[in-house]
């Protein structure tokens, strides 16, 4: 019923291009661009942010996505884990075909603060080795990747132990303020300037370069072949000057918005006109306080709605078979403990193979559906277990059938209980549902993280503060029907 449910909901009749975007402000910026040059191309077109490469590989494999800005050294080195001959040709093994470079690379790089580097002697990832009580502080992706720290620690026989994983602008954050000593860089990010680091230098050549490019599906180039020739427009057009410019923009005090700096360049650049389209997430702060929380309901109310017509049942179950009762509430129990990042990584494969979309609102309403079982479960199993045996006896003696006993008698007794358990739920749902962020699901923890992400603390309030107000008006409203319902006994 539920992969049904998400499959019905989660596709339109007319599909529109998707131009996928890792969740660090320089992807965001390319990504944008392709979105506007698609929409120049004649099509309806969206920008979706997601997670990390894997996700997007698999979210444009799967046909979630329809191109989004890559780098080669990261094709090489985590996608392919292979450095081919013929590049193209190994891409279009999978579906997948790439542009030519857009005309600037953005390598990794060690970076530290100038003024700490020059007092410890530091001006080349060797020098680390004499070294070993330095703070590390990395982004997740870059602790797992071979052609992240694990590779650089065995290629230069690094000792540090002291190793952080944290959020890219966080650790920018933390290197000012010295309580790290050491984060990756990307050679094109504005904070190198903004900060005044130095990048070390890579003297044993362990990074491969990392040329800016569109991965695209092949299916795109037939199905709209406009927008694949306004892709390959920026072919060789933004070089590394322009792109640290646009990043610092982005990062810099002013937060400019990704959407604007975006249009600005390709305007001129390439002479594109009529900049971001309307009503799109960047818009008016009231427009866009209007599609975060629709796309939050959007998540929320369906995985409420499928929970409580799954979990009342199994709750009952539980109730007249306490052998297998105790099965179904050890299940949810053990669902409940599983942290909600990983529950929703989870679901991304799962949903990719039941309705052919592992990104987007169908993984994030699966996880929030599991999430809501136990407490609706839970409550219905406590309130009917908690009616006095005296009532079902007399019942029974009147010779009602079970069924009728459950409808008639249980059931309406157990009723506040049971709202309880959704009221729970639902309150648990909202704040969670703001994890689907991270895949694309939208809704309020689509500011929350690009806030994050430019350690913009207005635009995470954006997020954070209607999210709080959704929560507390659920509560509220629930609380509201309780009080209806126990007067009404």
Not at 92 to 119: C, E, I, P, W
Not at 200 to 226: G, Q, S
Not at 247 to 261: C, F, S, T
Not at 328 to 339: D, N
Request: hydrophobic fraction near 45%; glycine fraction near 10%.
């Amino acid at each position: 019923m539920l992969p049904a449910f998400l499959s019905g909901c989660s596709r339109g009749s007319e599909k529109p291009v998707v131009i996928g975007s890792k969740k660090f402000t320089e992807s965001v910026i390319l990504a944008e661009m392709g979105t506007q040059l698609a929409r120049a191309g004649g099509v309806e077109a969206r920008r979706d942010d997601l997670g990390g490469t894997p996700a997007l590989w698999l979210a444009l494999t799967g046909g979630d996505i329809d191109a989004y800005p890559e780098y080669t050294g990261t094709i090489t080195r985590q996608i392919l884990n292979a450095d081919p001959p013929d590049l193209a040709a190994a891409l279009a093994a999978h579906g997948v075909r790439v542009s030519r470079s857009l005309g600037f690379r953005n390598n990794y790089a060690l970076g530290m603060r100038k003024d700490v580097a020059a007092a410890k002697g530091i001006a080349t990832i060797s020098d680390l080795r004499t070294h070993p009580a330095l703070r590390l502080g990395f982004i997740h992706e870059f602790l797992d990747r071979p052609d992240g720290w694990p590779g650089v620690k065995r290629r230069y026989e690094l000792p540090q132990t002291d190793v952080q994983g944290m959020n890219h602008t966080l650790a920018y954050r933390a290197l000012v303020e010295k309580a790290i000593d050491v984060t990756e860089v990307y050679t094109t990010d504005g904070e190198i300037a903004q900060f005044d680091l130095l990048a070390l230098t890579d003297d044993r050549h362990f990074f491969p370069a990392y040329e800016a490019v569109w991965l695209y599906r092949a299916d795109l180039e037939t199905r709209h072949p406009k927008v694949v020739a306004q892709l390959r427009r920026l072919e060789g057009r933004i070089s590394e000057a322009d792109m640290q410019r646009m990043n610092g923009r982005a990062q810099g005090e002013q937060k400019e918005d990704e959407r604007q700096i975006a249009g600005e360049f390709l305007h001129n650049t390439v002479g594109l006109e009529g900049g971001p389209a309307v009503g799109s997430i960047d818009g008016s702060l009231g427009g866009r306080l209007l599609e975060t929380t629709y796309e939050h309901l959007r998540l929320v109310v369906p995985s409420l709605l499928a929970a409580v017509l799954v979990a009342v049942p199994l709750g009952m179950v539980a109730a007249r078979r306490p052998t297998l009762g105790t099965v179904v509430l050890a299940l949810t129990g053990v669902l409940q403990t599983i942290p909600s990042l990983a529950l929703l990584l989870f679901m991304i494969p799962l949903m990719m193979w039941l309705v052919g979309q592992g990104t987007g609102a169908p993984p994030a309403i699966a996880a929030l559906f599991l999430y809501s079982l136990l407490p609706i479960v839970r409550n219905t199993h406590a309130g009917l277990i908690g009616i006095p045996a005296p009532l079902r006896e007399s019942a029974e003696a009147l010779g009602l059938p079970w069924w009728a006993i459950l409808w008639r008698i249980e059931i309406p007794l157990a009723v506040p209980t049971i709202l309880a358990g959704v009221r729970t739920a639902a309150v648990i749902n909202v704040g969670t549902a703001t994890l689907g962020g991270f895949i694309g699901a939208g809704g309020y923890g689509r500011p929350i993280l690009r806030g994050i992400d430019k350690f913009d603390v207005p635009l995470m309030l954006e997020g954070a503060i209607p999210a709080a107000v959704m929560a507390l008006a659920i509560e509220a409203f629930f609380g509201l029907i309780e009080r209806l319902v126990s007067r009404r006994r």
